[in-house]
């Protein structure tokens, strides 16, 4: 789950915006550490809820630990993308900590009940997909961006394309096993999961979009009118977001990539 809070208004160039990001060492520093976080936080959640599966639920356990794998792999890459660069992870800002804010606003499943050793319900299992529904689009839709720009680049275009692919897989997995739960009979309270956090969740991206803007700006010296440019683009996009543009993150349908997740997490080793 990549989300760095960088919403790129239209009316800017997303290619001139972060390409100027990736040329500066310490936009680029922290750009990479706030991805890098994100990523470790999600590892962290994954492997916990694989552990505390409940027993009706136990052939999902290998698939949400190859989820968790997979936000592992992502954080080494981000961390490797800096090592290459001669550069150290920075200290992540609150203000910028997307994962923490959503668990915060209750969004998932509390870390509190994680840290437990209780056994989860099917109703957490049911929480924790919709969760990850709605937070994977979010994902999917970022790299398909950076992939478009950035997918050739010499130094991070392999990286891009290797995190769009796992990501894609990510989503197609929630579908199908939210649609499995629905025909359970979760129907009713998947739906209302789903847009209690697709509402929740386009809050925090703007409140972090902005927020990760800010240190942007001062760090690259934006001018109060490119920076303002940029708060309106964000402003517009959660306007769109809470009109009905939230609708993409809650829809299911039956993926093209069917049992994603189904085997082993690819390797990071070419980028250690």
Known sequence: MVSDGMEVPAMLSARS?????????????????????????????????????PDSQRDLAPKITRHGADEDKHGRIFNALLRKRGLEPVDVPAATDYTML???????????????DQPL????????????RVTEQRAADQMVMLRKYF?????????VKMISNDEDNHLAYC???????AYAGHGR???NTLRESALAEI????DVSLAVMEHM?????WSPVKSRTLAAGIHAMYAYERAGGWRRMVSLKMPQRRDALGGPATSAAEFA
């Open 121 to 132: 319900t099917e109703q957490d299992i049911v929480t924790y997909l919709s969760h990850s």
């Open 151 to 159: 997918g050739d680049d010499p130094e991070v275009g392999k990286a």
């Open 102 to 116: 959503l668990e915060r606003r209750g969004i998932g499943l509390a870390h509190e009940k994680l840290r437990a």
């Open 203 to 206: 809050v925090i991206y703007r």
């Open 17 to 53: 915006l972060f390409q100027e990001i990736l040329d500066n060492d310490e936009s680029f520093r922290l750009f990479c550490s706030i991805a890098a976080s994100g990523e470790s936080q999600g590892g962290w959640e994954n492997g916990r809820i694989a552990a505390l599966v």
């Open 217 to 221: 700006g001062r760090i690259l010296r």
């Open 189 to 191: 309270t998947i739906q």
């Open 175 to 181: 579908h199908e096993e939210l649609l499995r739960f």
